[in-house]
C-alpha cells in the first residue's frame, strides 16, 4: 500500500526567511511518480511539480525548489524568500505508474502542511 | 480557457438524503477523477472516468457513483448520505495520453454538509 507521510501540520515563519516542507513517502513500487500541489484558502489544487522516481536530479523553479532522495524515501520542498502570498496549504502526493494510461490520475496525498507567512 | 468548474459550490443535505454535485473539465481535457476531501484531511481518491466508463476506484462503497457524459462533464452521485460524507469534494481534469505529465487541473470544489 502506499503512503505519503507530511509530519510538520503547521509552519509559521517570518516574510523572507526560508522554510522547508518535509514529505516521507512508501510504496513497493519501482516505478512511481511524486508531486507536490497547492491549496489555496479558494479551495482548488494547484500543481507544482511532478517527478519520476528515476530522476532524482534537484530542481528549482524560480524560489522553489525540490530534494527528492530515494534512499531516505523523500521528496521535500524549500521555498527561498518566502512571501506573504505563499501563504497555503501544502500537498505531498504519490501515484503509481500503472500499465494503462490511467495510473497518474490516482493519487495518494499526505495530510498536508499549512505555511503561513507572516508579514 | 475556462478551467474547471463545479456545481454547487456549496450545499446542505440531511442524513438519508441522495446529493448530485457535477464538473466541467477543463477545455480540451477527457479524463474526470473525483477525490473528497474532509476537514483537515488530504484528498482520497473516488474514482477516474475516461471515455464515459469508470476506469479506477478508491476504497469507497457503493453509495458513490458516478457519470461522464460525451461532453466528458461528470457527475457525481452520493446516495444514503452519512454524517462523514461532509467533505470538500473535488473534480479533476487531465488528458489522458500516455506518458502524460499527470498534471490534474482542479476545481474549487462542492462543500457538502450532511446533518
Known amino acids: 500500500a502506499q503512503k505519503v507521510t507530511q509530519a510538520q501540520t503547521e509552519i509559521s515563519v517570518v516574510e523572507k526567511e526560508d522554510v522547508t516542507l518535509d514529505c516521507v513517502y512508501e510504496?513497493?513500487?519501482?516505478?512511481?511518480?511524486l508531486f507536490w500541489y497547492k491549496q489555496p484558502p479558494s479551495g482548488e489544487l494547484v500543481f507544482l511539480i511532478r517527478?519520476?522516481?528515476?530522476?532524482?536530479q534537484n530542481e528549482i523553479s524560480g524560489r522553489y525548489s525540490w530534494n527528492f532522495q530515494k534512499s531516505t524515501s523523500s521528496f521535500n520542498f524549500t521555498i527561498t524568500a518566502s512571501q506573504v502570498v505563499d501563504s497555503a496549504v501544502y500537498f505531498c502526493?504519490?501515484?503509481?505508474?500503472?500499465?494503462?494510461?490511467?495510473?497518474?490520475?490516482?493519487?495518494?496525498f499526505g495530510t498536508g502542511t499549512r505555511l503561513t507567512i507572516i508579514p | 480557457d475556462a478551467g474547471v468548474t463545479q456545481s454547487p459550490t456549496h450545499l446542505i443535505k440531511t442524513r438519508g438524503q441522495q446529493v448530485t454535485l457535477r464538473c466541467s473539465p477543463k477545455?480540451?481535457?477527457?479524463?474526470v477523477s473525483w477525490y473528497q476531501q474532509a476537514l483537515g484531511q488530504g484528498p482520497q481518491f473516488i474514482f477516474q472516468?475516461?471515455?464515459?466508463?469508470?476506469?479506477q476506484r478508491g476504497n469507497f462503497p457503493d453509495r458513490f457513483s458516478g457519470h461522464q457524459f460525451p461532453n466528458y462533464s461528470s457527475e457525481l452521485n452520493v446516495n444514503a448520505l452519512l454524517l462523514g460524507d461532509s467533505a470538500l469534494y473535488l473534480c479533476?481534469?487531465?488528458?489522458?495520453?500516455?506518458?502524460?505529465?499527470?498534471?490534474?487541473?482542479f476545481g474549487e470544489g462542492s462543500r457538502l454538509t450532511v446533518l
Open positions: 477545455s480540451g481535457h477527457d479524463t
Open positions: 502526493a504519490l501515484s503509481e505508474a500503472g500499465e494503462s494510461n490511467f495510473g497518474n490520475e490516482k493519487l495518494t
Open positions: 479533476a481534469s487531465s488528458f489522458a495520453t500516455q506518458g502524460n505529465t499527470g498534471e490534474l487541473f
Open positions: 517527478r519520476n522516481s528515476f530522476d532524482e
Open positions: 510504496t513497493r513500487d519501482t516505478t512511481y511518480y
Open positions: 472516468y475516461y471515455e464515459e466508463e469508470e476506469r
